[in-house]
């Protein structure tokens, strides 16, 4: 029987990698550049899953992902992965942290770690890059000293030397991740789903009627937010993980109730909850 195929933001020694490690350790694994191309790889069926980054328990949502499932991608989340994040400082062989210039790192990890690098670089440029481990490549390749923030797995790959550990500004500090198909996950009994809605028009006590229909169920949210649709200013999508499978009768009742007081709903998927070791 072949292996599972992963596509993931790559390239090797992301945090997305570790995460499709943890989910398939024995699957072959393809990195893609994007997370466009990821859900591309798997919707043309080039891989069997994709696994990409929705959300940072310290700087909030993924947008190119959120963006991705709610406007371009007709993919089902079927699983979703937690893994703590611990960021370090690396730079080539014999540099030390005066010699920095540039910072490499993606947006998200630059964020995470703010006040290490105020702190202790300040006036250093900070660059973004497609993702951390790419942000080692963009480091060894600089033509001025440079630094990048990535994993320590990235550094042994690309032969890069730490010289700080654990830099992230909190140590709670965890990505989430979620696992996309071309089909549905079944019921497990512990399941989450996700979805998003929106509303053609602005009256009062809209989302909290929308709210109510799970309330009255006793159906826990798990997480509500809102992004801009993209058509026009102050008008919003809203976000909900709800706790339960599409296909309970009391989810599947809700859901039922909610899609005839919006003017768009879309079930992202329903898929086992993440519970850490």
Same mark, same amino acid.
């Given at each position: 029987?072949?292996?599972?195929?992963?596509?993931?933001?790559?390239?090797?020694?992301?945090? =997305?990698e570790?995460a499709?490690?943890?989910y398939?350790? &024995?699957?072959?694994?393809?990195p893609y550049?994007?997370?466009?191309?990821? #859900?591309?790889?798997v919707?043309?069926?080039?891989?069997?899953?994709g696994?990409?980054?929705?959300?940072?328990s310290? +700087?909030?949502?993924?947008?190119?992902?959120?963006?991705?499932?709610?406007?371009?991608?007709?993919?089902?989340?079927v699983?979703?992965?937690?893994?703590?994040? *611990? *960021?370090?400082?690396?730079?080539k062989?014999?540099?030390?942290? $005066?010699?920095i210039q540039?910072?490499?790192?993606? =947006?998200?990890?630059?964020? +995470?770690?703010?006040?290490?690098?105020e702190?202790?670089?300040?006036?250093?440029?900070?660059?973004?890059?497609?993702?951390?481990?790419?942000?080692? %490549?963009?480091?060894?390749a600089? $033509?001025?000293?440079?630094?990048?923030?990535?994993t320590?797995?990235?550094?042994?790959l690309?032969?890069? %030397?730490?010289?700080?550990?654990?830099?992230?500004?909190?140590?709670?500090?965890?990505?989430?991740?979620?696992?996309?198909?071309?089909?549905?996950?079944?019921? =497990?009994?512990?399941?989450? =789903?996700?979805?998003?809605?929106?509303?053609?028009?602005?009256?009062?006590?809209?989302?909290?009627?929308?709210l109510g229909?799970?309330?009255?169920?006793?159906?826990?949210?798990?997480?509500? %937010?809102?992004?801009?649709?993209? &058509?026009?200013?102050?008008?919003?999508?809203?976000?909900?993980?709800?706790?339960?499978?599409?296909?309970?009768?009391?989810?599947? %009742?809700?859901l039922?109730?909610?899609?005839?007081d919006?003017?768009?709903?879309?079930?992202?998927?329903?898929?086992?909850?993440?519970?850490? #070791?």
């Amino acid at each position: 029987m072949p292996k599972q195929s992963i596509g993931y933001l790559g390239p090797k020694g992301t945090y =997305t990698e570790a995460a499709a490690l943890q989910y398939n350790c &024995e699957a072959k694994l393809v990195p893609y550049p994007s997370i466009s191309l990821v #859900a591309s790889a798997v919707d043309s069926k080039d891989v069997d899953i994709g696994i990409v980054p929705i959300e940072n328990s310290l +700087q909030g949502p993924v947008t190119e992902t959120l963006d991705l499932l709610i406007h371009d991608s007709h993919l089902s989340i079927v699983n979703e992965i937690v893994l703590p994040i *611990h *960021h370090s400082l690396m730079v080539k062989p014999g540099s030390h942290i $005066e010699d920095i210039q540039l910072i490499y790192s993606h =947006t998200q990890a630059l964020a +995470q770690c703010r006040h290490f690098i105020e702190q202790n670089m300040g006036g250093v440029q900070a660059v973004a890059s497609l993702s951390t481990a790419a942000a080692v %490549e963009d480091m060894l390749a600089s $033509e001025v000293p440079a630094g990048a923030i990535a994993t320590e797995r990235a550094a042994a790959l690309y032969g890069a %030397e730490i010289i700080f550990s654990g830099i992230q500004d909190n140590m709670a500090n965890h990505t989430r991740f979620v696992v996309l198909a071309t089909h549905d996950h079944n019921i =497990t009994g512990d399941d989450k =789903t996700s979805i998003c809605f929106s509303f053609d028009e602005d009256r009062s006590g809209m989302l909290y009627h929308v709210l109510g229909q799970f309330a009255q169920r006793d159906i826990n949210l798990a997480k509500v %937010e809102s992004r801009p649709n993209k &058509e026009s200013l102050g008008r919003y999508i809203f976000l909900m993980d709800l706790i339960g499978h599409k296909k309970d009768p009391i989810v599947s %009742e809700a859901l039922s109730a909610i899609a005839k007081d919006v003017s768009m709903l879309k079930v992202f998927g329903s898929y086992p909850r993440f519970h850490s #070791a």
